[in-house]
């Protein structure tokens, strides 16, 4: 559990979007782990030991059933309070997500509208380079939307995890054409190179609608 809010935090890092709200609530978390395996359980565990030295059988059994009573109560407080930081977690990732498909198809656009535009030989060449940025960019994007609907999976949010893949895919295929136009480009074909930038960029704005689709599924069945 202690490595997961590790993960946690790690991924709110990661999506670049640091909510105070969720910085609380993880640091509430991670005191609450203190209490469950830190200073206070040993501090029950050495009172426990002393009664039984003192040959209390009584009192070290009275000790017992408190100390696992408290234990219990404090491991559902946090595993509800890890649920809710999940789902928090997830919908922060899904903003980010969604915001990057949808600047990645606005800059794949404005490429396309470049490429047709482009007169000499050089200019479209050079817009080669952009666009194989834009891949890699569109590549790191799936990489982050398979860790969402992993995160989706262990929330046991089946219908947003699956419109994730679907958006997933969509990306895949967005990748596929840029590569496509990159190499078009490459080879001063303009036109050829522009039809499938488009192309690409209304994946991405598919991929982002189906994104902001399944948060609202989450959001729905969690309420």
Known sequence: MRTELDQL???????GQADPKLSKDLAELQKLMQQVSGDDLKKQLDQLSKNLDKG?????NQSLKDLAAQQEKLRDNLEKSLESFRRAAAKQEFRATQQDAEELARRERALADALKDAKAPEDVSKRASQQDELAKKTGDLGGRMDQLQQRLDQLKEQ????AV???RQQAAQAQKQMDQAGRHAQQKRSQDAATQADQAAQKLED???KLDDAQKQME????
């Open 9 to 15: 935090k790690k991924t709110m890092e990661d999506a």
């Open 56 to 60: 209390d059988a009584k009192q070290a």
């Open 159 to 162: 219908d947003a995890s699956k």
């Open 165 to 167: 893949q679907e958006a």
């Open 207 to 209: 991929a982002a609608k």
């Open 220 to 223: 729905q069945s969690g309420s």
